[in-house]
């Protein structure tokens, strides 16, 4: 009998990404990874995003869908919207990563090989665990500020990860459906923020493999002030409204006669 493949959906919001999204399409084509789906979930952009992501479903409808959704009510909204399609398509695996190229789609082999071979519930792809890197286009304004972010959610939530803030993961299906998505509240970039939170606080081990963050390739960023608000408020908003979470640590685990959480292995974060 043969092995039937995990369903790998990899949900991608979008919003302006007409340029990049085509090219973010073919990566994920050429990726050997079998039965591998990639879901478009576009906020009613202006520039044509969703009829690109139309085409691009139409050419390859059996590996390609598209989610219109016609408020831009923020990414979290989006993703947890494609989280939620997704899941309910039978998606084993749910891999979230941005529309604009700074996340690597041939990261996600390893990051799915992590997933389902390692005891994870998800699988970070982490800028700052030991082999990750960021472009070093990346102005400095952006590098100081998310390595305070990273230091400030870290301090308020104790959550014990290298990059608590990074968007490129790559989710079990159970572990979505524990962490009852329909009351997560963020909007924002914090919603991955409250995606490890919620994770962390039910005892679910996280793994953080290491990946070259890129520069966005076409379009510009949506990092305006409210979100970066959001964000900042967010983490004392779970720290005291979200109920008490575990105290947690990242330890090194041996494979391959190393220590992980080294050079180049990724760093395991579960509960003490």
Request: proline share 5%; glycine share 10%.
């Amino acid at each position: 009998m043969a092995v039937v493949s995990p369903k790998t959906v990899v949900v991608v919001p979008t919003y302006n990404e007409r340029d990049n999204l085509p090219v973010l399409a073919g990566l994920l084509a050429d990726l050997p990874v079998p039965n591998l789906h990639l879901l478009v979930v576009d906020d009613d952009s202006p520039d044509g995003t969703g009829e690109v992501a139309d085409k691009l479903a139409a050419d390859a409808p059996d590996t390609v869908g598209v989610l219109h959704r016609r408020t831009k009510d923020g990414l979290g909204r989006a993703y947890l919207a494609g989280m939620a399609r997704a899941l309910d398509e039978g998606a084993d695996v749910v891999v979230q990563m941005d529309a604009d190229l700074s996340h690597p789609a041939s990261a996600i082999p390893v990051m799915l090989d992590t997933l389902l071979t390692e005891d994870a519930a998800a699988v970070i792809g982490s800028r700052y665990v030991a082999g990750g890197s960021t472009a070093s286009e990346w102005p400095r304004s952006r590098r100081a500020l998310s390595a305070w972010a990273n230091v400030y959610v870290n301090a308020i939530l104790r959550l014990g990860l290298k990059d608590a803030t990074a968007g490129f993961k790559a989710w079990r299906a159970e572990t979505l459906r524990a962490l009852d998505l329909d009351s997560v509240h963020s909007n924002g970039y914090s919603f991955q923020v409250e995606m490890n939170h919620r994770a962390v606080r039910r005892g679910f081990t996280l793994l953080e493999v290491p990946i070259h963050f890129e520069e966005r390739g076409q379009g510009t960023s949506k990092m305006d002030l409210g979100v970066q608000l959001e964000s900042a408020l967010t983490p004392w908003r779970l720290r005291f409204g979200g109920g008490q979470g575990r105290d947690l640590t990242v330890r090194g685990h041996v494979r391959g006669g190393r220590e992980e959480g080294g050079s180049g292995g990724p760093a395991r974060v579960s509960p003490r």
